[in-house]
């Protein structure tokens, strides 16, 4: 039964890693960089994601947390 549940979760991380992809294809605007607070929200609730998981997703996919030259917390690709 736990196992189960498991292999659920894992199909359901291997969508959502594929949406967030997907939603980055889909803004163009983006230009490469998310700010990590409205925008990384917005990114987390499309694709259904906790705000820290969509952090990780966007590490995962080579994106660097960094400030820019106005002092706002930026992920960079």
């Known amino acids: 039964m736990f196992g189960e549940n498991q292999g659920n979760s894992e199909k359901a991380r291997k969508n959502t890693m594929k ?5 980055l294809k889909c803004k163009p605007s983006l230009k490469g ?10 990114l987390a609730r499309v694709c259904g994601l906790s705000p820290e998981e969509a952090r990780m997703e966007l590490r995962k996919h080579g ?13 960079i690709k």
């Open 19 to 23: 949406s967030i992809v997907e939603y």
């Open 33 to 42: 960089q998310i700010f990590d607070k409205g925008e990384l929200k917005r």
């Open 63 to 75: 994106f660097c947390l960094t400030k820019n030259h106005h002092g706002i917390a930026v992920w």
